[in-house]
Nanobody, 127 residues
Framework: QVQLVESGGGSVQAGGSLTLSCAAS????????MSWFRRAPGKEREWVAI????????AYSDSVRGRFTISQDKGRMTVHLQMNGLNPEDTAMYYC????????????????????WGQGTQVTVSS
């Protein structure tokens, strides 16, 4: 099972930017769907973005499309989430998750489909 460690969280003012990173280890010779989820206080966990490691195909939730960019550094087994135009509604704990995938069709925005999770990194956006 792959181990995931997030980093890069912090506090920024509205309109600012942050880049989160998710470093994977214990990485069997498989392809993965790598997703970012977030959970804001008092709210349900929300899927944010996904990348399929085989070919870099990505997808985004409506709430972040156009502002966030997910990317991978396959050689370093790291996934990044570049977050621009942050607003207070983006305040949350952000989690990286991995799911083995034989194809893009195996990728999912459903949290219960992921077995590997990081510990999370906090993002706080002030107005």
């Amino acid at each position: 099972q792959v181990q995931l460690v997030e980093s890069g969280g912090g506090s920024v003012q509205a309109g600012g930017s942050l880049t989160l990173s998710c470093a994977a280890s214990g990485y069997p010779h498989s392809e993965y769907c790598m997703s970012w989820f977030r959970r804001a206080p008092g709210k349900e966990r929300e899927w944010v973005a996904i990348v399929y490691t085989f070919d870099g195909v990505t997808a985004y939730s409506d709430s972040v499309r156009g502002r966030f960019t997910i990317s991978q550094d396959k050689g370093r087994m790291t996934v990044h989430l570049q977050m621009n135009g942050l607003n207070p509604e983006d305040t949350a704990m952000y989690y990286c998750a991995a799911r083995i995938a034989a194809s893009w069709s195996d990728c999912s925005a459903v949290a219960e489909m992921y077995r590997s999770w990081g510990q999370g990194t906090q993002v706080t956006v002030s107005s």
